[in-house]
């Protein structure tokens, strides 16, 4: 039996090479190792998307992401987290067993109370939710980038402090998997690659505006080398290729900034034309959404009935 690999990413506009390379990659790659599940974290896109039209459209643009940058449905099962109850219930049941001082020393609950102290118990609750996405489907590992590390340490917490209570071994103990290099993408302006920075280069972007993201790139180091141009380059090129581009076009940041526009232009326009192939057929990418749904479903059903079980909740 494969070990099981799940992951997802939050519906919620257009994604970066951040998203590919600290993410979406590895789910690629990791498909004939693993029995994978991606998945659409609708339930978390909730705390921020309130337009239903916009959570629609957000929900389909993330399963054409998914088959644009490789994963096949036909390998991994992508479902719709919303259309699994058993994801809340779990919740519930694992909030039963998880303090507030614990939640409250979250980093991402941490950020967010550093911005405003309005925050939604959605926010607050927001890595229960995801321990009962992980822990639902027994998974051994859980691709994604730096920023949610602690994600995975606190679903593991939970699985241990579900086991003990219940004195059982119901729960598998999660694992990051986190890959060095690419943990934290850097952006136009050096910084982590983020939406909330406005310094991404969108995945799925057309020549235009490859040219304007990359001539926007901050350029202001030392020693004749643009670190932030190079920093990018390297992410889609071999080292060797990047290292000799930047030592014979020294100090010429014009230059190298045209050449990663045409590496970036022919890395990113495959994946830019099977999205726009994908797109035209919108009732095919429901279809997958609902299938992959019924087979996550069977599963977290059955899990969810022993969760009852051993918490007394079930009658015989
Ligand atoms: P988000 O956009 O926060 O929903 O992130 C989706 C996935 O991409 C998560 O696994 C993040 O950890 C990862 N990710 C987001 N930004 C970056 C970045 N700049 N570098 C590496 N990974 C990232
Ligand atoms: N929090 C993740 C993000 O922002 C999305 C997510 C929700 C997730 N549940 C998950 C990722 C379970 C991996 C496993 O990207």
């Known amino acids: 039996?494969?070990?099981?690999?799940?992951?997802?990413?939050?519906?919620?506009?257009?994604?970066?090479?951040?998203?590919?390379?600290?993410?979406?990659?590895?789910?690629?790659?990791?498909?004939?190792?693993?029995?994978?599940?991606?998945?659409?974290?609708?339930?978390?896109?909730?705390?921020?998307?309130?337009?239903?039209?916009?959570?629609?459209?957000?929900?389909?643009?993330?399963?054409l992401d998914y088959l644009a940058v490789g994963i096949d449905p036909k390998k991994s099962v992508i479902f719709q987290q919303s259309q699994i109850p058993a994801h809340t219930e779990a919740t519930w049941i694992f909030d039963t067993l998880v303090t507030m001082p614990y939640l409250m020393r979250a980093h991402a609950f941490k950020d967010a109370e550093a911005k405003n102290k309005d925050i939604l118990v959605g926010t607050f609750n927001y890595p229960v939710l995801m321990a009962a996405d992980i822990l639902l489907y027994d998974t051994d590992l859980v691709p994604v980038g730096q920023d949610q590390k602690q994600h995975i340490e606190i679903a593991r917490d939970i699985a241990q402090k579900f086991n003990n209570t219940y004195n059982t071994d119901l729960?598998?103990?999660?694992?990051?998997?986190?890959?060095?290099?690419?943990?934290?993408?850097?952006?136009?302006?050096?910084?982590?690659?983020?939406?909330?920075?406005?310094?991404?280069?969108?995945?799925?972007?057309?020549?235009?505006?490859?040219?304007?993201?990359?001539?926007?790139?901050?350029?202001?180091?030392?020693?004749?080398?643009?670190?932030?141009?190079?920093?990018?380059?390297?992410?889609?090129?071999?080292?060797?290729?990047?290292?000799?581009?930047?030592?014979?076009?020294?100090?010429?940041?014009?230059?190298?900034?045209?050449?990663?526009?045409?590496?970036?232009?022919?890395?990113?326009?495959?994946?830019?034309?099977?999205?726009?192939?994908?797109?035209k057929n919108k009732d095919e990418i429901i279809k997958i959404i609902n299938e992959g749904t019924i087979k996550a479903k069977e599963i977290a059903d059955a899990k969810l009935l022993k969760m009852r079980e051993v918490t007394g909740l079930l009658l015989v």
């Open 1 to 63: 039996m494969n070990k099981i690999l799940l992951s997802g990413v939050k519906p919620s506009g257009e994604l970066h090479i951040g998203n590919y390379f600290g993410a979406l990659k590895q789910f690629v790659e990791l498909q004939d190792e693993y029995k994978c599940f991606f998945f659409i974290p609708d339930l978390h896109a909730m705390n921020t998307q309130k337009d239903p039209k916009a959570m629609q459209e957000s929900i389909i643009n993330i399963v």
């Open 171 to 279: 729960f598998k103990e999660p694992k990051e998997y986190i890959i060095e290099n690419v943990a934290v993408v850097p952006g136009t302006d050096g910084q982590k690659m983020s939406k909330s920075y406005n310094n991404t280069i969108p995945l799925f972007a057309d020549k235009e505006t490859i040219t304007k993201k990359v001539m926007s790139i901050v350029t202001d180091s030392g020693e004749g080398e643009p670190t932030n141009v190079k920093a990018i380059h390297l992410l889609i090129k071999d080292k060797d290729y990047v290292e000799n581009l930047y030592k014979e076009n020294k100090g010429q940041y014009k230059a190298l900034k045209e050449a990663l526009i045409d590496d970036l232009d022919a890395f990113i326009s495959p994946m830019r034309e099977k999205r726009a192939q994908l797109e």
